[in-house]
Protein backbone atom coordinates (compact mmCIF):
# COMPACT_ATOMS: atom_id res chain seq x y z
CA UNK A 1 0.00 0.00 0.00
CA UNK A 2 1.72 3.31 -0.85
CA UNK A 3 -0.03 5.40 1.31
CA UNK A 4 -3.04 5.72 4.20
CA UNK A 5 -6.38 4.05 2.82
CA UNK A 6 -8.47 6.30 1.46
CA UNK A 7 -12.13 6.83 1.67
CA UNK A 8 -13.52 7.42 -1.93
CA UNK A 9 -13.43 9.32 -5.42
CA UNK A 10 -10.49 9.67 -7.62
CA UNK A 11 -7.64 11.04 -5.27
CA UNK A 12 -3.86 10.08 -6.12
CA UNK A 13 -3.73 7.32 -3.53
CA UNK A 14 -6.74 5.32 -5.28
CA UNK A 15 -4.47 3.16 -7.19
CA UNK A 16 -2.74 2.19 -3.88
CA UNK A 17 -6.10 1.80 -2.52
CA UNK A 18 -7.75 -0.35 -4.89
CA UNK A 19 -4.39 -2.34 -5.11
CA UNK A 20 -4.49 -3.26 -1.43
CA UNK A 21 -8.22 -3.93 -1.73
CA UNK A 22 -7.20 -6.78 -3.95
CA UNK A 23 -4.53 -7.79 -2.28
CA UNK A 24 -6.51 -8.51 0.95
CA UNK A 25 -9.09 -10.11 -1.30
CA UNK A 26 -6.49 -12.67 -3.15
CA UNK A 27 -5.79 -13.90 0.45
CA UNK A 28 -9.22 -14.00 1.54
CA UNK A 29 -10.32 -15.89 -1.03
CA UNK A 30 -7.34 -18.29 -0.94
CA UNK A 31 -7.78 -18.85 2.78
CA UNK A 32 -11.39 -19.03 3.21
CA UNK A 33 -12.22 -20.71 -0.29
CA UNK A 34 -14.97 -18.04 -2.20
CA UNK A 35 -18.40 -18.45 -0.24
CA UNK A 36 -16.42 -18.02 3.17
CA UNK A 37 -14.35 -14.56 2.87
CA UNK A 38 -17.03 -11.78 2.91
CA UNK A 39 -16.40 -7.59 1.92
CA UNK A 40 -16.76 -6.66 4.94
CA UNK A 41 -13.82 -8.71 6.49
CA UNK A 42 -11.74 -8.29 2.95
CA UNK A 43 -12.26 -4.09 4.12
CA UNK A 44 -11.48 -4.49 7.28
CA UNK A 45 -7.87 -6.14 6.16
CA UNK A 46 -7.27 -3.88 3.42
CA UNK A 47 -8.35 -0.74 6.42
CA UNK A 48 -10.95 0.75 4.31
CA UNK A 49 -14.66 0.91 4.40
CA UNK A 50 -16.79 -1.94 2.90
CA UNK A 51 -18.82 0.93 1.06
CA UNK A 52 -15.46 1.39 -0.96
CA UNK A 53 -14.96 -1.99 -1.76
CA UNK A 54 -18.30 -2.14 -3.51
CA UNK A 55 -17.74 1.92 -4.95
CA UNK A 56 -14.65 0.21 -6.91
CA UNK A 57 -15.75 -3.70 -7.56
CA UNK A 58 -19.58 -4.17 -7.07
CA UNK A 59 -20.42 -7.15 -5.90
CA UNK A 60 -18.59 -10.07 -4.46
CA UNK A 61 -18.28 -11.85 -8.01
CA UNK A 62 -16.65 -8.49 -9.55
CA UNK A 63 -13.85 -8.12 -6.65
CA UNK A 64 -13.33 -11.39 -7.08
CA UNK A 65 -12.89 -11.45 -10.78
CA UNK A 66 -10.82 -8.43 -10.59
CA UNK A 67 -8.44 -10.06 -7.91
CA UNK A 68 -7.87 -13.15 -10.30
CA UNK A 69 -7.78 -10.97 -12.85
CA UNK A 70 -10.13 -11.56 -15.06
CA UNK A 71 -11.26 -9.87 -17.81
CA UNK A 72 -14.89 -8.86 -16.96
CA UNK A 73 -17.81 -9.96 -13.94
CA UNK A 74 -19.61 -12.90 -14.52
CA UNK A 75 -22.68 -10.64 -13.74
CA UNK A 76 -21.53 -8.70 -16.84
CA UNK A 77 -21.85 -11.76 -19.21
CA UNK A 78 -24.48 -14.02 -17.26
CA UNK A 79 -27.47 -11.41 -18.92
CA UNK A 80 -26.37 -12.34 -22.67
CA UNK A 81 -25.87 -16.28 -22.25
CA UNK A 82 -29.22 -16.26 -20.73
CA UNK A 83 -30.97 -13.95 -23.06
CA UNK A 84 -32.01 -15.65 -26.86
CA UNK A 85 -33.55 -18.73 -27.31
CA UNK A 86 -33.60 -21.34 -24.62
CA UNK A 87 -32.76 -23.97 -26.88
CA UNK A 88 -29.40 -22.55 -27.67
CA UNK A 89 -28.16 -21.51 -23.60
CA UNK A 90 -25.33 -24.45 -24.40
CA UNK A 91 -24.40 -22.87 -27.52
CA UNK A 92 -24.28 -19.72 -25.72
CA UNK A 93 -22.39 -20.93 -22.66
CA UNK A 94 -19.79 -22.07 -24.72
CA UNK A 95 -19.41 -19.09 -27.21
CA UNK A 96 -19.26 -17.16 -24.42
CA UNK A 97 -16.65 -18.88 -22.46
CA UNK A 98 -14.72 -19.39 -25.89
CA UNK A 99 -14.71 -15.51 -26.46
CA UNK A 100 -13.38 -14.74 -22.88
CA UNK A 101 -10.54 -17.35 -22.48
CA UNK A 102 -9.83 -17.17 -26.78
CA UNK A 103 -9.22 -13.47 -25.23
CA UNK A 104 -5.39 -12.52 -24.60
CA UNK A 105 -6.01 -11.33 -20.83
CA UNK A 106 -9.42 -13.85 -20.00
CA UNK A 107 -7.09 -16.72 -21.26
CA UNK A 108 -4.05 -15.54 -19.27
CA UNK A 109 -6.42 -15.06 -15.98
CA UNK A 110 -8.00 -18.48 -16.59
CA UNK A 111 -5.08 -20.50 -16.77
CA UNK A 112 -3.02 -19.02 -13.72
CA UNK A 113 -6.66 -19.93 -12.06
CA UNK A 114 -7.24 -23.55 -13.65
CA UNK A 115 -3.13 -24.25 -12.95
CA UNK A 116 -3.21 -23.10 -9.92
CA UNK A 117 -6.50 -24.98 -8.64
CA UNK A 118 -4.84 -28.16 -10.39
CA UNK A 119 -1.54 -27.70 -7.78
CA UNK A 120 -3.25 -25.76 -4.58
CA UNK A 121 -6.16 -27.47 -2.78
CA UNK A 122 -7.08 -24.18 -1.28
CA UNK A 123 -7.36 -22.78 -4.96
CA UNK A 124 -9.56 -25.63 -6.62
CA UNK A 125 -11.70 -25.38 -3.56
CA UNK A 126 -12.08 -21.33 -4.54
CA UNK A 127 -12.30 -21.83 -8.25
CA UNK A 128 -15.08 -24.75 -7.44
CA UNK A 129 -17.37 -22.46 -5.12
CA UNK A 130 -16.81 -19.70 -7.55
CA UNK A 131 -18.10 -21.96 -10.55
CA UNK A 132 -20.71 -23.11 -8.72
CA UNK A 133 -21.85 -19.80 -7.06
CA UNK A 134 -21.54 -17.48 -9.60
CA UNK A 135 -21.11 -18.26 -12.99
CA UNK A 136 -22.45 -22.23 -14.45
CA UNK A 137 -24.45 -22.29 -11.05
CA UNK A 138 -26.58 -19.62 -11.93
CA UNK A 139 -26.88 -20.43 -15.38
CA UNK A 140 -28.22 -23.90 -13.99
CA UNK A 141 -30.63 -22.70 -11.12
CA UNK A 142 -31.95 -19.99 -14.56
CA UNK A 143 -32.55 -22.84 -16.78
CA UNK A 144 -32.67 -26.95 -15.26
CA UNK A 145 -35.66 -28.34 -15.02
CA UNK A 146 -33.78 -30.12 -11.88
CA UNK A 147 -31.20 -31.23 -9.83
CA UNK A 148 -29.47 -27.77 -10.79
CA UNK A 149 -26.42 -28.81 -8.53
CA UNK A 150 -25.75 -31.86 -10.90
CA UNK A 151 -26.44 -30.59 -14.04
CA UNK A 152 -24.22 -27.56 -13.38
CA UNK A 153 -21.39 -29.62 -12.45
CA UNK A 154 -21.66 -31.92 -15.76
CA UNK A 155 -21.69 -28.59 -17.72
CA UNK A 156 -18.40 -27.55 -15.35
CA UNK A 157 -16.98 -30.90 -16.35
CA UNK A 158 -17.31 -30.25 -19.94
CA UNK A 159 -15.87 -26.72 -20.02
CA UNK A 160 -13.03 -27.79 -17.83
CA UNK A 161 -11.81 -30.20 -20.13
CA UNK A 162 -11.99 -28.10 -22.98
CA UNK A 163 -9.95 -25.60 -21.61
CA UNK A 164 -7.56 -28.15 -20.48
CA UNK A 165 -7.48 -29.18 -24.21
CA UNK A 166 -7.72 -26.14 -25.80
CA UNK A 167 -5.32 -23.91 -23.72
CA UNK A 168 -3.14 -25.82 -21.21
CA UNK A 169 -2.62 -29.14 -22.24
CA UNK A 170 -3.71 -28.51 -26.31
CA UNK A 171 -4.97 -31.07 -28.46
CA UNK A 172 -4.36 -29.74 -31.71
CA UNK A 173 -8.10 -30.52 -33.11
CA UNK A 174 -9.40 -29.00 -30.13
CA UNK A 175 -7.17 -26.08 -29.85
CA UNK A 176 -7.44 -24.72 -33.53
CA UNK A 177 -10.99 -25.36 -33.90
CA UNK A 178 -12.83 -21.91 -35.31
CA UNK A 179 -14.62 -20.77 -31.76
CA UNK A 180 -18.00 -20.96 -33.86
CA UNK A 181 -17.72 -24.49 -34.82
CA UNK A 182 -16.26 -25.25 -31.55
CA UNK A 183 -19.61 -24.13 -29.67
CA UNK A 184 -21.98 -26.05 -31.97
CA UNK A 185 -20.16 -28.95 -31.54
CA UNK A 186 -20.11 -28.78 -28.04
CA UNK A 187 -22.85 -26.76 -27.36
CA UNK A 188 -25.30 -29.51 -27.71
CA UNK A 189 -23.72 -31.13 -24.52
CA UNK A 190 -24.16 -28.28 -22.56
CA UNK A 191 -27.62 -28.05 -23.86
CA UNK A 192 -28.49 -31.86 -22.79
CA UNK A 193 -26.23 -31.28 -19.15
CA UNK A 194 -28.39 -28.16 -18.60
CA UNK A 195 -32.13 -28.66 -19.97
CA UNK A 196 -32.29 -32.30 -21.33
CA UNK A 197 -33.24 -35.81 -19.73
CA UNK A 198 -29.46 -36.62 -17.90
CA UNK A 199 -30.05 -40.78 -18.67
CA UNK A 200 -31.35 -41.62 -22.25
CA UNK A 201 -35.06 -42.53 -20.91
CA UNK A 202 -35.21 -40.66 -17.64
CA UNK A 203 -37.79 -38.18 -17.48
CA UNK A 204 -36.22 -34.59 -17.31
CA UNK A 205 -38.10 -33.60 -14.22
CA UNK A 206 -37.52 -37.02 -11.57
CA UNK A 207 -36.89 -34.42 -8.54
CA UNK A 208 -37.47 -31.10 -8.55
CA UNK A 209 -35.84 -29.75 -5.33
CA UNK A 210 -33.06 -27.17 -5.88
CA UNK A 211 -30.04 -28.39 -5.07
CA UNK A 212 -31.04 -32.09 -4.35
CA UNK A 213 -27.74 -34.33 -4.52
CA UNK A 214 -28.21 -37.60 -6.29
CA UNK B 1 20.20 -50.94 -11.48
CA UNK B 2 21.42 -53.75 -9.19
CA UNK B 3 23.44 -55.61 -11.58
CA UNK B 4 24.45 -56.40 -15.23
CA UNK B 5 21.66 -56.45 -17.42
CA UNK B 6 20.12 -60.15 -17.97
CA UNK B 7 18.68 -61.09 -21.49
CA UNK B 8 15.62 -63.19 -19.76
CA UNK B 9 13.59 -65.58 -17.59
CA UNK B 10 12.76 -65.53 -14.09
CA UNK B 11 16.45 -65.35 -12.61
CA UNK B 12 17.21 -62.85 -8.97
CA UNK B 13 17.92 -60.24 -11.00
CA UNK B 14 14.86 -59.85 -13.25
CA UNK B 15 13.37 -57.46 -10.73
CA UNK B 16 16.07 -54.82 -11.21
CA UNK B 17 16.37 -54.74 -15.06
CA UNK B 18 12.85 -54.71 -15.18
CA UNK B 19 13.04 -51.46 -12.77
CA UNK B 20 15.70 -50.33 -14.82
CA UNK B 21 13.85 -50.75 -18.24
CA UNK B 22 11.08 -48.55 -16.55
CA UNK B 23 13.64 -45.94 -15.83
CA UNK B 24 14.54 -45.75 -19.03
CA UNK B 25 11.16 -45.49 -20.23
CA UNK B 26 9.76 -42.78 -18.43
CA UNK B 27 13.19 -40.86 -19.19
CA UNK B 28 12.56 -41.72 -22.99
CA UNK B 29 8.99 -40.38 -22.93
CA UNK B 30 9.35 -37.58 -20.78
CA UNK B 31 12.04 -36.08 -23.39
CA UNK B 32 10.73 -37.49 -26.52
CA UNK B 33 6.96 -37.67 -26.21
CA UNK B 34 4.95 -41.24 -26.56
CA UNK B 35 5.47 -40.48 -30.58
CA UNK B 36 9.00 -40.76 -30.59
CA UNK B 37 10.51 -42.69 -28.02
CA UNK B 38 10.86 -46.17 -29.13
CA UNK B 39 11.56 -49.24 -27.61
CA UNK B 40 14.73 -49.73 -29.60
CA UNK B 41 15.84 -46.60 -27.61
CA UNK B 42 15.19 -47.57 -24.43
CA UNK B 43 16.10 -51.03 -24.46
CA UNK B 44 19.35 -49.33 -25.13
CA UNK B 45 19.56 -46.83 -22.70
CA UNK B 46 18.72 -49.73 -20.40
CA UNK B 47 21.42 -52.43 -22.23
CA UNK B 48 19.25 -54.82 -22.60
CA UNK B 49 17.93 -56.61 -25.87
CA UNK B 50 14.46 -54.95 -26.86
CA UNK B 51 13.53 -58.52 -27.19
CA UNK B 52 13.74 -58.07 -23.22
CA UNK B 53 11.35 -54.69 -22.95
CA UNK B 54 8.74 -57.07 -25.24
CA UNK B 55 8.84 -60.31 -23.37
CA UNK B 56 8.50 -57.60 -19.99
CA UNK B 57 6.06 -55.42 -21.06
CA UNK B 58 4.64 -56.51 -24.88
CA UNK B 59 4.13 -53.49 -26.65
CA UNK B 60 4.70 -50.39 -26.23
CA UNK B 61 1.14 -49.07 -24.64
CA UNK B 62 1.92 -51.70 -22.51
CA UNK B 63 5.71 -49.87 -21.66
CA UNK B 64 3.96 -46.88 -21.13
CA UNK B 65 1.62 -48.58 -18.78
CA UNK B 66 3.80 -49.78 -16.69
CA UNK B 67 5.99 -46.74 -16.83
CA UNK B 68 3.25 -44.74 -15.55
CA UNK B 69 2.42 -47.00 -13.07
CA UNK B 70 -1.09 -47.59 -14.64
CA UNK B 71 -2.98 -50.75 -13.53
CA UNK B 72 -3.72 -52.22 -16.88
CA UNK B 73 -2.40 -51.44 -20.30
CA UNK B 74 -5.03 -49.86 -22.39
CA UNK B 75 -4.90 -52.43 -25.28
CA UNK B 76 -6.05 -55.11 -22.67
CA UNK B 77 -9.32 -52.47 -22.16
CA UNK B 78 -10.12 -51.52 -25.67
CA UNK B 79 -11.41 -54.92 -26.52
CA UNK B 80 -14.22 -54.63 -24.03
CA UNK B 81 -15.35 -51.18 -24.64
CA UNK B 82 -15.47 -51.73 -28.20
CA UNK B 83 -17.37 -55.32 -28.14
CA UNK B 84 -21.22 -54.70 -27.34
CA UNK B 85 -23.47 -52.84 -29.13
CA UNK B 86 -22.23 -49.48 -30.63
CA UNK B 87 -25.08 -47.61 -30.08
CA UNK B 88 -23.44 -47.73 -26.52
CA UNK B 89 -20.08 -47.72 -26.90
CA UNK B 90 -20.19 -44.10 -25.19
CA UNK B 91 -21.51 -45.39 -22.09
CA UNK B 92 -19.22 -48.44 -22.13
CA UNK B 93 -16.21 -45.86 -22.38
CA UNK B 94 -17.31 -43.63 -19.15
CA UNK B 95 -17.52 -46.51 -17.11
CA UNK B 96 -14.38 -48.84 -18.02
CA UNK B 97 -12.79 -45.22 -17.34
CA UNK B 98 -14.56 -44.84 -14.11
CA UNK B 99 -13.52 -48.69 -13.16
CA UNK B 100 -9.95 -48.23 -13.84
CA UNK B 101 -9.72 -44.06 -12.06
CA UNK B 102 -12.00 -45.00 -9.17
CA UNK B 103 -9.66 -47.96 -8.30
CA UNK B 104 -6.65 -46.91 -6.07
CA UNK B 105 -4.13 -47.75 -7.80
CA UNK B 106 -5.92 -46.55 -11.16
CA UNK B 107 -6.58 -43.30 -9.32
CA UNK B 108 -3.38 -42.22 -8.46
CA UNK B 109 -1.21 -43.34 -11.54
CA UNK B 110 -4.17 -41.28 -13.13
CA UNK B 111 -3.99 -38.23 -11.11
CA UNK B 112 -0.37 -38.28 -11.27
CA UNK B 113 -0.21 -38.28 -14.79
CA UNK B 114 -3.02 -35.90 -14.87
CA UNK B 115 -1.35 -33.07 -12.28
CA UNK B 116 2.05 -33.41 -14.32
CA UNK B 117 0.46 -33.19 -17.70
CA UNK B 118 -1.02 -29.63 -16.52
CA UNK B 119 2.37 -28.25 -14.75
CA UNK B 120 4.47 -29.77 -17.13
CA UNK B 121 4.56 -29.26 -20.93
CA UNK B 122 6.67 -32.40 -21.66
CA UNK B 123 4.24 -34.13 -19.52
CA UNK B 124 1.45 -32.84 -21.19
CA UNK B 125 2.74 -33.70 -24.72
CA UNK B 126 3.25 -37.06 -23.43
CA UNK B 127 -0.41 -37.52 -21.86
CA UNK B 128 -1.78 -36.06 -25.40
CA UNK B 129 0.34 -38.06 -27.90
CA UNK B 130 -0.60 -41.51 -25.60
CA UNK B 131 -4.08 -40.37 -25.27
CA UNK B 132 -4.52 -39.72 -29.22
CA UNK B 133 -2.21 -42.62 -30.28
CA UNK B 134 -3.41 -45.62 -27.54
CA UNK B 135 -6.67 -45.01 -26.32
CA UNK B 136 -9.69 -42.44 -27.53
CA UNK B 137 -7.58 -42.51 -30.46
CA UNK B 138 -8.15 -46.25 -31.06
CA UNK B 139 -11.61 -46.16 -29.92
CA UNK B 140 -12.69 -43.04 -32.55
CA UNK B 141 -10.32 -44.99 -35.52
CA UNK B 142 -12.87 -48.04 -34.46
CA UNK B 143 -16.04 -45.92 -34.22
CA UNK B 144 -16.31 -42.56 -35.83
CA UNK B 145 -17.89 -42.32 -39.20
CA UNK B 146 -15.62 -39.22 -39.76
CA UNK B 147 -13.36 -36.77 -38.36
CA UNK B 148 -11.37 -39.36 -36.05
CA UNK B 149 -8.92 -36.49 -34.38
CA UNK B 150 -11.79 -34.04 -33.95
CA UNK B 151 -13.91 -36.66 -32.36
CA UNK B 152 -11.29 -37.80 -30.16
CA UNK B 153 -10.25 -34.70 -28.61
CA UNK B 154 -14.12 -33.88 -28.01
CA UNK B 155 -14.09 -37.63 -26.23
CA UNK B 156 -11.01 -36.41 -24.28
CA UNK B 157 -12.18 -33.12 -23.36
CA UNK B 158 -14.88 -34.93 -21.95
CA UNK B 159 -13.33 -37.09 -20.08
CA UNK B 160 -10.63 -34.77 -18.96
CA UNK B 161 -13.42 -32.94 -17.32
CA UNK B 162 -14.80 -35.49 -15.64
CA UNK B 163 -11.06 -36.57 -14.06
CA UNK B 164 -10.47 -33.05 -13.11
CA UNK B 165 -13.87 -32.68 -11.16
CA UNK B 166 -13.87 -36.12 -10.04
CA UNK B 167 -10.61 -36.42 -8.40
CA UNK B 168 -8.51 -33.64 -8.33
CA UNK B 169 -10.40 -30.77 -7.58
CA UNK B 170 -13.61 -32.33 -6.76
CA UNK B 171 -16.96 -30.87 -6.96
CA UNK B 172 -19.51 -32.72 -4.94
CA UNK B 173 -22.19 -34.23 -7.20
CA UNK B 174 -19.94 -35.33 -9.81
CA UNK B 175 -17.16 -37.11 -7.09
CA UNK B 176 -19.96 -38.50 -5.15
CA UNK B 177 -21.99 -39.51 -7.88
CA UNK B 178 -22.39 -43.36 -8.72
CA UNK B 179 -20.59 -44.57 -11.30
CA UNK B 180 -23.40 -46.51 -13.19
CA UNK B 181 -25.37 -43.55 -12.98
CA UNK B 182 -22.35 -40.86 -14.33
CA UNK B 183 -21.65 -43.37 -16.97
CA UNK B 184 -25.41 -43.57 -18.38
CA UNK B 185 -25.28 -39.41 -18.06
CA UNK B 186 -22.20 -38.84 -19.77
CA UNK B 187 -22.38 -41.96 -21.57
CA UNK B 188 -24.69 -40.17 -24.69
CA UNK B 189 -21.92 -37.28 -24.82
CA UNK B 190 -19.23 -39.73 -25.45
CA UNK B 191 -21.54 -41.50 -27.47
CA UNK B 192 -22.78 -38.37 -30.28
CA UNK B 193 -18.91 -37.55 -30.28
CA UNK B 194 -18.13 -40.54 -31.45
CA UNK B 195 -20.83 -41.80 -33.67
CA UNK B 196 -23.68 -38.74 -34.24
CA UNK B 197 -23.72 -35.62 -35.94
CA UNK B 198 -21.01 -32.90 -35.02
CA UNK B 199 -23.44 -30.02 -35.09
CA UNK B 200 -26.97 -29.62 -35.43
CA UNK B 201 -28.03 -30.00 -38.61
CA UNK B 202 -24.95 -31.38 -39.37
CA UNK B 203 -24.76 -34.93 -41.78
CA UNK B 204 -23.50 -37.95 -39.70
CA UNK B 205 -21.13 -39.01 -42.79
CA UNK B 206 -19.89 -35.90 -44.33
CA UNK B 207 -16.58 -37.72 -45.33
CA UNK B 208 -16.90 -41.39 -44.63
CA UNK B 209 -12.96 -42.65 -45.03
CA UNK B 210 -12.92 -45.82 -46.90
CA UNK B 211 -12.33 -48.90 -44.89
CA UNK B 212 -13.71 -46.89 -41.93
CA UNK B 213 -15.51 -49.74 -40.01
CA UNK B 214 -19.32 -48.81 -38.48
Known sequence: MSGPPRRAGRRPGESGTREA???AARGAFADLGYD???????ARSAAVDPALVHHFFGTKDGLFAAAMRF????????PQVLSGPRSKVGERVIRTFLAVWDGAEGGAAGLALLRSAVTNERAG???REFLSRE??????????PDAPE????????Q???LAMLRYLVPLDAVASADADRLAATVGPTVQRYLTGPLASGEPVSRSRRAGTPR
Open 125 to 127: RML
Open 36 to 42: RATIRAI
Open 71 to 78: PVAPSRIL
Open 159 to 161: IVG
Open 150 to 157: LRASLVAS
Open 135 to 144: LIGRVARETA
Open 21 to 23: ILE
